[in-house]
């Protein structure tokens, strides 16, 4: 398998925690976004997408999104389980990273795209350039202080995201909230649950990569 990362980027660290987590060794190649090397004319060989992360199966197949690399990973190494053991703890798994995305990844995004002089013309991700929207961004900025607080209190009690051990929803959660620091948005001591659980994943030895 090849997988095609970058280091400071949201989207790949979520595969590369997934990959850690399940123990696996995988040629790592790097995309700096930086540099624009995604639309290297051989790297858009591989994804016309433009986007990271992407990985070769051993098959040979490109699979250039998180759910597809996450769920050829579980089948290909099921141990540990990362997306459930049974259909309810594979549903509530599901159902959260899904909340994960829409709530916390999108919103995060949305304010960082539309509001970093930085990303002018570059409003989403991809070979496509697109015009920043100003709305967007304070609307993402709210949005991603709601997925906090909505965090914080589903956590109340818990120490995982869904079931009773660490899944791919705590993989999704705590990136898109770790990644939310770009737009100076912080856990502290206000959101003490999604603090706890943060200080948690992040000591993890698949976070420190």
Avoid at 73 to 85: D, H, N
Avoid at 173 to 200: G, H, T
């Amino acid at each position: 398998m090849i997988f095609y990362d970058c280091s400071t980027a949201p989207s790949p660290r979520r595969a590369r925690m997934f990959i850690a987590e399940k123990g696996l060794k995988v040629d790592s190649r790097e995309v700096s976004l930086a540099r624009n090397e995604q639309f290297d004319p051989a790297f858009l060989e591989i994804n016309p997408r433009a986007t990271v992360p992407v990985l070769i199966t051993e098959e040979g197949n490109v699979l250039n999104e998180n759910l597809g690399i996450a769920a050829y990973l579980e089948r290909l190494c099921p141990e540990p389980p990362l997306i459930g053991t049974n259909a309810e703890e594979t549903g509530e798994i599901w159902s959260w990273t899904a909340t994960a995305e829409q709530t916390g990844g999108i919103a995060i995004a949305e304010a960082l795209r539309n509001g970093n002089p930085h990303m002018k013309g570059r409003a989403l991700p991809g070979p496509d350039d697109f015009d920043q929207i100003p709305e967007l961004a304070r609307r993402g900025m709210a949005r991603s202080a709601l997925f906090f607080d909505r965090l914080d209190a589903h956590l109340d009690g818990r120490d995982f995201i869904a079931t009773e051990r660490f899944t791919l929803a705590d993989i999704t959660c705590f990136v898109f909230v770790d990644f939310a620091r770009v737009i100076k948005l912080r856990v502290d001591d206000k959101r003490p649950n999604l603090n706890r659980w943060y200080q948690a994943v992040k000591s993890r030895p698949s976070a420190q990569m």
